[in-house]
């Protein structure tokens, strides 16, 4: 077991690194500048410039400066925000963003979860069919439609909630389910079908036939075993979030990290731009750690290699 | 009754993968056809009549310059259609020579081939793409190239899969043995087999692509020049509709329909085709 845990470390470490580097030469290849604007600046301005953000270094040794800085959490200046480095937007942003990203989880797992196993259980009744059309609908429904049509029936004709702020629970609800939607469908469409698979098996007959009572079947045997499928899934679906939390703060005009990386890139503010980059690749490295273990954990068969 | 419940689904499965087919077509078509089926011309600047409500005259009502809205509609489908089928076809092309050749090969260039697959297919697509478009730049050949990048490697994995399981069919042996070259036994012999999981990936990285662009365009980081007279994207006529949905929500309801619909009818139309090809899956 703790070769497994080492191993799967090592590996988040060297696609930390992998990804560091990759945005690394992304963006020296990147045409354009920060310090492009419709002025020209005074060529003693734009050198003292490089000399500050030792930009006239060569690449190898700006390369190991930055990688150095990795090491030791520091993320470098921002090129925009004169006042505060990237490391310090992170901290005050990165809060804000992650608990959008947890009540979007929670939220699709407290509807997926019964949704999928009253659709399975009752699998072609009409609430079956109902859940797949609504699950079909939340999937292929883009974060900034939802959203929009949300702020649009509850914020704009009804005036139950506002929108575009961030400040207390009810303003949280809306964004939460923009985000938690897709996920949510994604689960209960997976659910639906793994439980489905499930309780056509024999070990289930062989439970019914011991005369064990319904809920027993259900939750004990059928959905332990569909547990599985739905655990692979979390880390694809952390990315899912991560994507869709750009959109979600966008759109709700929520001060996180998503919104201050589209600034960043419309501004190219590279040490931002990179220092986000890491910090996503950060979460999902650590969600597939996760993932990993609980794998690990459930099925023995994996600890082997 | 299970079987008839089968033939029940079955039935219904069929009559949806025709509706999305028909459904995809006619936006296609409509697409390309925008500048002759329009009902007004793609540029007019009517300041008589902006932002009006649907009406007969302007089925989908008018934007803030006075613009036909059912005529910018059109013609976004023209931009969507050609950055959804654009990206797939790079992304084909880039993806499937990949896995192709690294199942081809196997041993360790595989597996080191295959990592790096890993690890972009770990990474959120939205945030590569943004990574890429500030290299290649906002404009179309850029954007579609970097979506291309971004979803070439699902289609790594699965022809990678499916070539690992094509060198072991006997006719692969049977024409190793005859002394076929490998030009030949990939493009003769395990190419033609391995087209169905193939198409069935092109189907739903279409509509991924066009849910990709139209949320950049929404975001402001899609195209640079939203207003060419091509076409502008379904995602930037949303975005301007977003800015006067609390007043004028039409112009925001129509792009926004246009694309959710055709999401969902590529989407259906891909798990009909996936149902089809594979009845063994069921």
Not at chain 1, 276 to 304: E, W
């Given at each position: 077991?703790l070769?497994?845990?080492?191993?799967?470390?090592l590996?988040?470490?060297?696609?930390?690194?992998?990804?560091?580097?990759?945005?690394f030469?992304?963006l020296?290849?990147?045409?354009g500048?920060?310090?492009d604007?419709?002025?020209?600046?005074?060529?003693e301005?734009?050198?003292n410039i490089?000399?500050?953000?030792?930009?006239?270094?060569?690449?190898s040794?700006?390369?190991?400066r930055?990688l150095?800085?990795i090491?030791h959490?520091?993320l470098?200046?921002?090129y925009k925000?004169?006042?505060?480095?990237v490391?310090?937007?992170?901290?005050?942003?990165?809060?804000?963003?992650?608990?959008?990203g947890?009540?979007?989880?929670v939220?699709?797992?407290?509807?997926?979860?019964?949704?999928?196993?009253i659709?399975?259980?009752?699998?072609?009744?009409?609430?079956?069919?109902?859940?797949?059309l609504?699950a079909?609908?939340?999937i292929?429904?883009?974060h900034?439609?939802?959203?929009?049509?949300?702020?649009?029936?509850?914020?704009?004709?009804?005036?139950?909630?506002?929108a575009?702020?961030?400040?207390?629970?009810?303003s949280?609800?809306?964004?939460?389910i923009?985000?938690?939607?897709?996920?949510?469908?994604?689960?209960a469409?997976l659910?639906?079908?793994?439980l489905?698979?499930?309780?056509?098996?024999d070990?289930?007959?062989?439970?019914?036939?011991?005369?064990?009572?319904?809920?027993?079947?259900?939750?004990?045997?059928?959905?332990?075993?569909?547990?599985l499928p739905?655990l692979?899934?979390?880390?694809p679906?952390?990315?899912?979030?991560?994507?869709g939390?750009f959109?979600?703060?966008?759109v709700?005009?929520?001060?996180?990290?998503g919104?201050?990386f589209?600034?960043?890139?419309?501004?190219?503010?590279?040490p931002l731009?990179?220092?986000?980059?890491?910090?996503?690749?950060?979460?999902?490295?650590?969600?597939?750690?996760?993932?990993?273990?609980?794998?690990?954990?459930?099925?023995?068969?994996?600890?082997?290699y | 009754?299970?079987r008839?419940?089968?033939q029940?689904?079955g039935?219904v499965?069929?009559?949806?993968?025709?509706?999305?087919l028909v459904f995809?077509?006619?936006?296609?078509?409509a697409?390309?056809?925008?500048?002759?089926?329009?009902p007004?011309?793609?540029?007019?600047?009517e300041e008589?009549?902006?932002?009006?409500?649907?009406?007969?005259?302007h089925?989908?009502?008018?934007?803030?310059?006075?613009?036909?809205?059912?005529t910018?509609?059109?013609?976004?489908?023209r931009?969507?259609?050609?950055?959804?089928?654009?990206t797939?076809?790079i992304?084909l092309v880039?993806?499937s020579?990949?896995?192709?050749?690294?199942?081809?090969?196997?041993?360790?260039?595989?597996?080191?081939?295959?990592?790096l697959?890993?690890?972009?297919?770990?990474?959120?697509?939205?945030?590569?793409?943004?990574?890429?478009?500030?290299l290649f730049?906002?404009n179309?050949?850029?954007?579609?190239?970097?979506?291309?990048?971004?979803s070439w490697?699902?289609?790594?994995r699965?022809?990678?899969g499916?070539?690992?399981?094509?060198k072991?069919?006997?006719?692969?042996?049977?024409?190793?043995?005859?002394?076929a070259s490998?030009r030949?036994?990939i493009?003769?012999?395990?190419?033609p087999n391995?087209?169905?999981?193939?198409?069935?990936?092109?189907t739903?990285?279409?509509?991924?692509a066009?849910?990709?662009?139209?949320?950049?365009?929404f975001?402001g980081?899609?195209?640079?020049?939203?207003?060419s007279?091509?076409?502008?994207s379904?995602?930037?006529?949303a975005?301007?509709?977003?800015?006067?949905?609390?007043?004028?929500?039409h112009i925001l309801f129509?792009?926004?329909?246009a694309?959710f619909?055709?999401?969902?009818?590529?989407n259906?139309?891909?798990?009909?085709l996936?149902?089809l090809?594979?009845?063994?899956?069921?």
């Open positions: 077991m070769t497994f845990i080492l191993q799967r470390l590996h988040g470490l060297a696609v930390i690194w992998f990804v560091a580097t990759l945005t030469i992304l020296r290849l990147a045409p500048g920060p310090f604007s419709e002025r020209k600046l005074p060529p301005v734009l050198a490089e000399t500050k953000y030792h930009l006239d270094e060569p690449l040794k700006q390369y190991l930055y150095a800085g090491i959490l520091d470098g200046p921002s925000y004169l006042d505060r480095g490391k310090e937007i992170i901290l005050d942003t990165l809060p804000t963003s992650a608990l959008l947890l009540l979007a989880l939220f699709a797992l407290m509807v997926s979860f019964p949704t999928g196993l659709a399975a259980y009752f699998r072609n009744s009409w609430i079956d069919r109902f859940s797949l609504t079909t609908f939340g292929s429904v883009p900034f439609i939802l959203g929009a049509l949300l702020i649009w029936l509850f914020a704009v004709q009804l005036g139950w909630l506002q575009g702020r961030w400040d207390n629970t009810a949280m609800i809306l964004p939460t923009t985000l938690g939607a897709a996920p949510a469908a994604y689960i469409a659910l639906r079908s793994t489905i698979e499930a309780l056509g098996e070990f289930i007959r062989t439970a019914r036939a011991k005369g064990l009572r319904e809920d027993a079947v259900l939750f004990k045997h059928a959905l332990r075993s569909s547990l739905v692979t899934v979390m880390g679906l952390t990315a899912a979030l991560v994507t939390s959109v979600v703060e966008y709700f005009a929520i001060p996180g990290m919104r201050f589209i600034t960043a890139v419309t501004d190219r503010d590279y731009i990179m220092g986000v980059t890491l910090v996503y690749t950060a979460i999902l490295v650590g969600a597939n750690f996760l993932v990993d273990l609980c794998y690990a954990y459930v099925d023995p068969r994996i600890r082997v | 009754m299970a008839s419940n089968q029940k689904n039935r499965s069929d009559r949806l993968f025709i509706f999305s995809v077509v006619a936006i296609a078509a697409g390309f056809l925008a500048p002759w089926i329009s007004y011309g793609a540029g007019g600047f008589k009549q902006i932002l009006e409500a649907p009406s007969l005259a089925l989908m009502g008018t934007d803030g310059l006075g613009r036909d809205l059912l910018r509609v059109l013609f976004g489908a931009v969507s259609m050609a950055v959804g089928i654009g797939a076809l992304a880039i993806g020579a990949y896995g192709l050749i690294s199942g081809f090969i196997g041993g360790n260039l595989d597996h080191l081939m295959m990592r697959v890993d690890i972009f297919y770990g990474l959120p697509d939205m945030l590569i793409f943004i990574l890429l478009s500030l730049g906002r179309i050949g850029g954007l579609l190239l970097a979506l291309g990048l971004v490697v699902r289609f790594a699965i022809a990678r499916q070539m690992l399981q094509a072991e069919f006997l006719f692969v042996e049977g024409a190793r043995a005859m002394g490998r030949r036994i493009l003769h012999h395990i190419l391995i087209l169905g999981p193939i198409i069935v990936t092109l739903f990285s279409i509509p991924a066009i849910l990709a662009e139209s949320t950049l365009s975001i980081l899609g195209i640079n020049d939203p207003y007279a091509w076409g502008t379904w995602g930037s006529l975005q301007d509709g977003w800015r006067a949905m609390r007043t004028y929500p129509f792009p926004a329909t694309i619909l055709t999401v969902l009818a590529f259906t139309l891909g798990n009909a996936s149902d090809l594979n009845p063994r899956g069921k």
